[in-house]
């Protein structure tokens, strides 16, 4: 009897042990491979504890996809932390292996600089959108239409074009164009934040003002707005907005390697966020709403 009472003792320790490893073992993600017969076998990827980084820069674009793709991959179990910086400690990051990747690299033109200096110590995934711009962005009462008109008018724009951060692109390109055209007006560095809030008043008034502009951006589904002509070619032609990873995420993770290079999205989708994210509505919760309305867009990215 005794020993009866040891084995069903032991049974039971190696049954509850069993349970432990192999039914509480964390989240895990499914995926699926063919047997040797040809049949469907389904595996398993723990995602406990694996964490990933993502750097973003202060556009509303950037924060957009920043913020859906946390929500994606933390729905799935991941740790996922993001790192708001500037546009040149996103690039020298994921270069360097802080970030696993970012989504913000805006090419062939405005961030062609970074793109020269890291463009061997990270793994470009391609556009995530395609069809961006850059240029000098005014109202559309403003009564001309090209660069070349600007010091024409100076005085109305009280000599100044109204620029965002120092490090992005698109000042660089600006700085450019000031002395390409011969322009007799400042470039005014401030933030994407502060240069919105600029234009806001300027249209609230009726006046003039002449902003560093891009698109995908909420301002042009807010007020009636154009890109200033650029015979010079200064600002380029289309530009892509990519994904960039650090070197060696597709040996490290490959499923977040393969999420991140299948992501891509067209300004139907990202428009709607941005505004909302504008009009106060929490990043958070306006990429948790994405999410919900659009499985069909979220499974192409995952599956």
């Keep these: 009897m005794y020993k009866l009472f ?35 076998k389904t595996t398993t990827q723990d995602t406990t504890n694996k964490e990933i980084n993502i750097g973003y820069v202060e556009w509303d674009d950037c924060v957009a ?37 970012v989504m913000g690299a805006w090419l062939p033109k405005t961030q062609a600089d970074y793109w020269k200096e890291f463009k061997n110590d990270v793994v470009d995934l391609g ?12 109202p559309e009462y403003v009564n001309f239409d090209s660069i070349e008109q600007l010091n024409e008018h100076k005085d109305k724009f009280n000599g100044v074009i109204t620029g965002i951060e120092p490090g992005a692109g698109i000042m660089q390109t600006t700085e450019k164009a000031i002395s390409e055209y011969g322009l ?16 806001q008043r300027a249209v609230n008034n009726d006046k003039w003002i002449v902003v560093t502009g891009w698109n995908p951006h909420w301002k042009f589904a807010k007020w009636d707005l154009k890109y200033l002509e650029d015979p010079k070619k200064i600002y380029g ?48 919760k306006a990429a948790k709403e994405f999410i919900n309305k659009h499985p069909d867009i979220v499974k192409k990215w995952t599956s």
């Design 65 to 101: 996809v920043t913020y859906v793709m946390k929500h994606v991959l933390s729905d799935m179990g991941y740790n996922v932390n993001i790192t708001s910086v500037d546009a040149g400690v996103m690039w020298s990051g994921v270069a360097q292996g802080d970030f696993d990747f």
């Design 184 to 199: 007799d007006l400042e470039l005014k560095d401030s933030s994407s934040a502060a240069m919105a809030a600029s234009l």
């Design 127 to 138: 556009p995530n959108y395609k069809g961006a711009k850059i240029g000098l962005v005014v």
């Design 237 to 284: 032609g289309e530009e892509h907005i990519n994904t960039l990873a650090r070197q060696g995420l597709k040996e490290d993770m490959p499923d977040i390697y393969s999420i991140a290079d299948k992501f891509y999205w067209t300004s139907e989708e990202i428009g709607p966020i941005m505004l909302k994210i504008q009009s106060g509505m929490s990043a958070d």
């Design 6 to 40: 040891k084995t069903l003792t032991l049974t039971l320790v190696i049954i509850f042990a069993a349970g432990i490893l192999f039914g509480c073992g964390g989240e895990q993600q499914g995926t699926s491979e063919q047997n040797e017969n040809g049949s469907e």
